[in-house]
């Protein structure tokens, strides 16, 4: 899990994990979402993976445009 970088200050996800179908986010409560190609959609799924490597406006891009379209959500646990 890479940390966010976070460079607004004020964003509510703590990292993320890169692959080339999905990207995996972590936020501060520990809740871990998979955001993939089949349900949230290839353009929203490039488009986080932009924004979470640019650590700028990730959290404002899920609340604008994919809401719940998330394919999972679990608890992350670190090692």
């Known amino acids: 899990m890479t940390k ?3 460079l607004n200050g004020n964003s509510s996800v703590a990292g993320y994990e890169i692959t080339p179908y999905h990207i995996d986010i972590v936020f ?3 809740s871990l979402y998979r955001y993939d190609y089949g349900v949230t959609g290839q353009s929203h799924v490039e488009t986080m993976k932009s924004l979470a490597l640019r650590g ?3 959290c404002s891009y899920i ?7 998330y394919a ?8």
């Open 72 to 79: 999972a959500k679990s608890k992350y646990l670190s090692i």
């Open 28 to 30: 501060n409560d520990n």
């Open 56 to 58: 700028w406006g990730l």
């Open 4 to 6: 966010y970088r976070n």
């Open 63 to 69: 609340q604008r445009f994919v809401k719940k379209k």
